[in-house]
């Protein structure tokens, strides 16, 4: 199992500004995964995050707009940039310690951002 | 691509009433299913999975069988409780090892 620490847990945004979150993992993995839930939508799957290298992005993200950073084996942070009304979302940090992909994955609280 | 399709909700039942929540996916290969669940101000947990056909998985009284004939995963429980209220989400992993999650269902049970 592991523990997730996310920060901030909510944050209120001005339209333009930038906003860093951060993940915090009780224990060392090999992958760490970030989500955006949008009001009444799906989890998507954002990016996955490797330490020592960069992140692996899905279709419709790009790094220029989720920038991450994965420093090291317990810790990752996506930044929201030039943030607009339609990034306003739940965005969640997950691992899997099993680290085989089992889909097992662990799950943050979570970071409710509002973008005005 | 992959796809998950839950019941919409919001689902409200009696304690000690029985649930369904219905999950169907589309998937090429053998997708190992997942049923996580998200109680309120906390963030997802596992609450079952089955990685191949006719697999049953349970937990907390939840349980799921894998029906690759009908391509669906349905969540049930005999009798809720207050307790059970949550959201629930059927996911599905395919052969990219990624997880494709459905929308989510509100479960609200009343004392």
């Known amino acids: 199992s592991a523990v997730i620490s996310q920060k901030p847990s909510r944050d209120i945004c001005q339209r333009g500004t930038s906003l860093t979150i951060q993940c915090q993992v009780d224990s060392q993995v090999t992958m760490m995964f970030w989500y955006r839930q949008q009001p009444g939508q799906s989890l998507t799957l954002i990016a996955t995050a490797n330490q020592g290298s960069e992140a692996t992005y899905e279709s419709g993200f790009v790094i220029d707009k989720f920038p991450i950073s994965r420093p090291n084996l317990t810790f990752s942070t996506l930044t929201v940039s030039n943030m607009s009304p339609e990034d306003s979302s739940i965005y969640l940090c997950?691992?899997?310690?099993?680290?085989?992909?089992?889909?097992?994955?662990?799950f943050g609280e979570g970071s409710r951002l509002t973008v005005l | 691509g992959n796809s998950v399709t839950q019941m919409e909700g919001p689902v409200t039942l009696s304690e000690e009433a029985f649930l369904t929540i219905n999950c169907t996916y589309t998937a090429t290969g053998y997708p190992s299913l997942f049923w996580y669940v998200q109680y309120p101000g906390e963030g997802l947990q596992l609450l079952l999975k089955?990685?191949?056909?006719?697999d049953k998985g349970s937990n907390k009284g939840f349980e799921a069988t894998y029906r690759k004939e009908t391509t669906s995963f349905h969540l049930e429980k005999g009798s809720v409780q207050v307790s059970d209220s949550a959201v629930y989400f059927c996911a599905l992993r395919g052969s990219n090892y990624k997880l494709t999650f459905g929308k989510g269902t509100l479960l609200t049970v009343n004392p």
């Open positions: 997950s691992v899997d310690p099993g680290g085989a992909n089992t889909g097992e994955l662990f």
């Open positions: 089955a990685t191949k056909a006719d």
